[in-house]
């Protein structure tokens, strides 16, 4: 197998003046844990929007499973899944009317919902609280349910921006594990983090700053390349250009 | 002897059925960094709160610099610097003009305020921003002037819940050393965090998990609690390893990291998991396994197991 699921390639925007991503290029394998870090304003957020066809490229290009960003990106939109640690869940909803309505939005129809949510049952550990109201999950809970209502419609490539931020180590762990199934069934899966108790999950890292790439490796080669002890150390190095 | 900077005893406080804290107690000595190491739901916020007499325990008593807390409240709160995880900063105001609203909001005379707001823009590097609207700045400015107001009344005990949630590594780092620099200079900090990897730089920790304490003590004393190995394993197919260990050990104690699955054998498990390790070695799905030593995390989760 091992087909590039995301290709980058001279990939630049700039915002007037500002430029926020500068012609940066990587290529992401299918069933990869690839993660994207940098300083806030390094050019992440920038990144992430044109690789899930919310924003167009100034100049470059890619391909986000097999769709070219410049031209395809409603097919994008509906071939990928993203979930954020600032869940976009409903409180007041129970859990199956969240993946309800959220099947809703990828054009899902009920009993799709309903054959899915089925599916997905065992992995996510969500049966007994199907009928409660969101706002009473624990918090690895909902970070299940935000993983759940992000993959209902099968993406090929899932966006996760901080998904475990602040769950305890266990909660952490079980998350990870339903990740790397899914890797292991050829998702492709993007991270964005600022914590390294997160990265360190990734297959590769890719390290931003002041909108380019700085440093791209797998976390034992960026530790080795570096000198470092910890990817947190790297990074650090990376950003302050020690 | 003099008192501790703080000192909680026995504080228990639920919310309807759920208990936030159940009978926590701990001392933190004068001019000390001690974290309160937790998730998200441990307590952490609701300690805080009573530390701060924003709201009452239903049980235990707390008390600052000798000052009980619940008897007196007001000279409390003159001594503490309290940077909740929501920090209020006004984003329509300037850098210069947050200072002197939370100055005000103290009752900082207008001599000190002066003085003050000079040592604390330089002290937090804000000098150059000082006419930014507080909206404007990025989030590592933002938690640099949320504490330059926390600590605008010179508090000799501080009081931070997550102060560093959300903020990139870098800002993260040189808000701990801002931190030291002020621990150098005599200030008690209590300062809670949810990420593991930033106990080490605290002299002394609780950590705290569903309102209870898990164990307390300094990062060396806490990893000694740590009982069993930490094996880091490489081969072809990490899914496959782990699969395999998953059948011997608990799922939560194998995880597969982005080259290497790690798993804990944790009290008397050690001799099961390490000849499954030698028998996936012989039959190749293992290429390399060796114990590595324990990280924070890893004392937690075994210590969350008990």
Known sequence: MNEHSVVVKDLAKHFGDFVAVDHISFEVRAGEIFGLLGANGAGKTTTIRMLTGLLRPSSGGGTVGGWDINTQFEMIKRSIGYMSQKFSLYNDLTVKENLQFFGGVYGLSRRRVEERTAELNEALGLEEWLDRRTAALPLGFKQRLALGAAILHKPSIIFLDEPTSGVDPIARRRFWELINALAADGVTIIVTTHYMEEAEYCNRLCVMHAAKIVSLGSPAELKERHGAHSIEDVFIQLVRGA | ?306
Request: include cysteine.
């Open chain 2, 1 to 306: 002897m003099s008192d501790p900077a703080i000192r909680v005893e026995g504080l228990a406080k639920s919310y309807g059925e759920t208990a936030a804290l159940a009978s926590v107690s701990f001392a933190v000595e004068r001019g000390e960094m001690f974290g309160l190491i937790g998730p998200d739901g441990a307590g952490k916020t609701t300690l805080m709160r009573i530390l701060t007499s924003l709201i009452d325990a239903d049980r235990g008593e707390a008390w600052v610099l000798g000052h009980p807390v619940a008897a007196e409240a007001a000279r409390v709160r003159e001594i503490i610097g309290y940077m909740p995880q929501q920090f209020s900063l006004y984003s329509d105001l300037t850098v210069a003009e947050n200072i002197r609203f939370f100055a005000d909001l103290f009752g900082v005379s207008k001599e000190a305020r002066v003085a003050r707001t000079e040592e604390l823009l330089d002290f937090s590097r804000l000098r150059p921003f000082v006419k930014r609207r507080a909206g404007a700045l990025s989030g590592g400015m933002k938690q640099k002037l949320a504490l330059s107001c926390a600590l605008i009344h010179t508090p000799q005990v501080l009081v931070l819940d997550e102060p560093t949630t959300g903020v990139d590594p870098a800002s993260r780092r040189d808000f701990w050393d801002m931190l030291e620099r002020l621990r150098a200079q005599g200030v008690t900090i209590l300062v809670s965090t949810p990420y593991m990897n930033e106990a080490s730089l605290c002299r002394h920790m609780v950590f705290i998990h569903k309102g209870k304490i898990l164990a307390s003590g300094s990062v060396g004393e806490i990893a000694a609690l740590f009982s069993g190995t930490v094996f880091s394993v490489e081969g072809p197919n990490l899914q496959a390893i782990s699969a395999r260990l998953r059948n011997t050990v608990e799922p939560e104690l194998v995880r597969i990291l982005g080259d290497a699955v790690q798993v804990l054998a944790l009290g008397e498990r050690r001799g099961d998991v390490g000849a499954l390790l030698e028998t996936m070695r012989q039959g190749g799905i293992v290429s390399d396994s060796r114990e590595i030593p324990p990280g924070v995390e890893d004392t937690f989760v075994s210590l969350m197991r008990e």
